[in-house]
């Protein structure tokens, strides 16, 4: 299968949306822990119209598409904090999640900011771990969940092997290769 993480359009709200909801529905259980008060909470924001004015606003939002259709979608806030950061359950594990979120962080250099922060949820606390990101000791309760405050250190630009463009990562993959809350 091959996958693509590339700036969203105005046209890719819907298919975004979808896949946020499902992920935050399906993944995220250790977080919701199946409370509909705490769903319904989660997901009131995550409507076609909110993704269509993220995707227009002076934030960043990428999407990722395995063999054509969009799986997943994250978002750099204006203010420089990744706000969404969500994949469907069958596209995990593939480096999509991976790809996502270097090309916020590729964008968020492109900004000038020196450091990125956001708010795990437990779901995916290990792997923000495993991407060099660090606890702030902040602890995040929108919606009624309990996230934890993360933050990394960014490279600089001209730092020797990086990349000015990490705004469209391609990958070919094996199968079986192995706010947050806006
Ligand atoms: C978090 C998420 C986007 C990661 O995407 P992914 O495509 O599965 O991650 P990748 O395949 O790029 O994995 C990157 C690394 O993190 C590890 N990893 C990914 N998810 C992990 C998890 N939940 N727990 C532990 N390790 C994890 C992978 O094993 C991999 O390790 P490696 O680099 O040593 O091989 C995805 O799991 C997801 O949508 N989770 C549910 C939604 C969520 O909680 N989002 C965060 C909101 S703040």
């Given at each position: 299968?091959?996958?693509?993480?590339?700036?969203?359009?105005?046209?890719?709200?819907?298919?975004?949306?979808?896949?946020?909801?499902?992920?935050?529905?399906?993944?995220?259980?250790?977080?919701?822990?199946?409370?509909?008060?705490?769903?319904?909470?989660?997901?009131?924001?995550?409507?076609?119209?909110?993704?269509?004015?993220?995707?227009?606003?002076?934030?960043?939002?990428?999407?990722?598409?395995?063999?054509?259709?969009?799986?997943?979608?994250?978002?750099?806030?204006?203010?420089?904090?990744?706000?969404?950061?969500?994949?469907?359950?069958?596209?995990?594990?593939?480096?999509?999640?991976?790809?996502?979120?270097?090309?916020?962080?590729?964008?968020?250099?492109?900004?000038?900011?020196?450091e990125l922060?956001?708010?795990?949820?437990?779901?995916?606390?290990?792997?923000?771990?495993?991407?060099?990101?660090?606890?702030?000791?902040?602890?995040?309760?929108?919606?009624?969940?309990?996230?934890?405050?993360?933050?990394?250190?960014?490279g600089r630009?001209?730092?020797?092997?990086?990349?000015?463009?990490?705004?469209?990562?391609?990958?070919?993959?094996?199968?079986?290769?192995?706010?947050?809350?806006?």
């Amino acid at each position: 299968m091959h996958f693509r993480v590339r700036k969203a359009e105005t046209v890719d709200a819907d298919a975004a949306c979808a896949a946020v909801r499902r992920s935050i529905q399906e993944c995220c259980g250790e977080d919701h822990r199946g409370d509909p008060g705490i769903l319904a909470a989660w997901l009131a924001n995550k409507t076609p119209e909110n993704l269509r004015s993220w995707i227009q606003s002076h934030g960043h939002v990428v999407v990722a598409e395995l063999s054509g259709n969009i799986v997943g979608g994250a978002m750099l806030s204006r203010e420089g904090t990744i706000v969404l950061n969500y994949l469907v359950p069958e596209a995990h594990s593939q480096g999509l999640g991976s790809a996502m979120l270097a090309a916020l962080e590729g964008e968020a250099r492109r900004r000038g900011l020196e450091e990125l922060e956001l708010y795990s949820t437990a779901t995916a606390h290990q792997f923000y771990v495993r991407k060099g990101y660090v606890e702030t000791g902040k602890r995040g309760s929108a919606f009624g969940l309990s996230s934890r405050g993360m933050r990394k250190i960014l490279g600089r630009l001209d730092e020797p092997g990086r990349s000015s463009d990490s705004t469209v990562a391609d990958g070919g993959v094996s199968p079986g290769h192995g706010s947050p809350h806006a």
